[in-house]
């Protein structure tokens, strides 16, 4: 192995890019988390034409089981390798697809370095016919290793695409093309030839980001989401989630971040209730920013901006990890 590749540290948490179906049709019935990490690395020689691979593994299951204790084991053995390491030019993270938009969001907020972390996944496990995982595995590790991927927060790459932790979904359930960015755009390419950015995000993450896990007590605040929809039994499901604990609620609201009466009606008795609970409207809609209005902010409804509801929530948690002044709140959301 050439002694003058950089270093990329792979951190395995399992998901379809390390699954096993039962024949190379297997495309939707296999068992995720089924091989090891080095077991994936092993079986692509071609990462070590860009870098020397470490693996470490973190966790084998499908990403439908990731929890908060696994995106604070990430974020703390990604604090540990940068701080202690600087030898290595960055991070990967193999992760399953349905839930790698979360724990990228997550790990943008908390991890404090600006050397890359990237995550990969695979629409295909690696048993499949024309399985995807090995060119995106060997395309995140280049993105890793690339020195222009510094600062520009945590990274998805998949289907040849380099999208940003903040702006990325998932918006297919089998499509390789899944990972769009929205209107933003994805923000470059990994070609044969190089890696090439295009844009940045401007938001606060990373180094920028005043999120840090020693802040953080060992349970991140409950935040659940709440979907709008005609006639929906909003009032109930609030009152079951404050009586469950819960300190914060993001609507996943119709159109700009509408609610209707009802809804309106039942945080107004949350909020009566006196229980601190904080209140951010996000939309089901895909794309577009959700702005402050007259009258919810009257009400106390924080807008979360252009942040799916799934990625508000993250937010929301962090945030009130550190305070629940709705001022404050208002300021995070239209930072980060």
């Not at 359930?173 to 390419?189: A, D, P």
């Not at 702005?291 to 945030?319: H, T, W």
């Amino acid at each position: 192995m050439n002694q003058h590749l950089p270093i990329a540290v792979v951190l395995s948490t399992g998901g379809t890019i390390a699954g096993r179906g039962g024949s190379t049709m297997s495309l939707s019935e296999y068992k995720a988390g089924s091989l090891l990490g080095q077991e994936l690395v092993e079986a692509v020689p071609e990462l070590e034409q860009f870098a020397r691979v470490r693996v470490e593994q973190i966790c084998n299951v499908g990403s439908s089981n990731i929890t908060f204790a696994h995106w604070r084991t990430l974020a703390q053995r990604i604090d540990a390798i940068f701080a202690t390491e600087p030898q290595v030019a960055g991070v990967v993270i193999t992760h399953g697809t349905s839930t790698i938009e979360e724990t990228a969001y997550f790990l943008d907020l908390t991890v404090g370095h600006d050397r890359p972390v990237v995550l990969v996944g695979s629409q295909r496990p690696p048993t499949a016919l024309s399985a995807d995982g090995p060119l995106n595995l060997v395309n995140a590790v280049r993105v890793a290793a690339c020195r222009d991927s510094r600062g520009r927060g945590v990274l998805v790459v998949l289907n040849d695409e380099i999208n940003a932790a903040r702006d990325v979904t998932k918006s297919n359930t089998y499509r390789l093309e899944t990972f769009r960015s929205g209107e933003l755009g994805f923000l470059g390419y990994v070609d044969q030839d190089k890696v090439v950015f295009y844009r940045s995000s401007d938001k606060r993450h990373t180094v920028r980001s005043e999120f840090r896990l020693d802040t953080i007590g060992e349970a991140l605040p409950k935040v659940e989401i709440v979907y709008s929809c005609v006639e929906a039994s909003t009032p109930l499901i609030i009152d079951a989630l404050q009586k469950a604990g819960v300190r914060g609620i993001v609507f996943a609201a119709t159109g700009a971040g509408s609610l209707s009466e009802r809804e309106k009606e039942a945080v107004r008795q949350a909020i009566a209730r006196s229980l601190g609970t904080v209140f951010v409207r996000a939309s089901r809609v895909g794309n577009g920013r959700v702005i402050g209005r007259a009258e919810f902010d009257q009400l106390g409804i924080v807008p979360a901006d252009n942040l799916s509801p799934q990625k508000a929530r993250i937010l929301l948690m962090l945030a009130l990890a550190r305070t629940s002044d709705l001022d404050e709140l208002r300021r995070i959301f239209s930072q980060y």
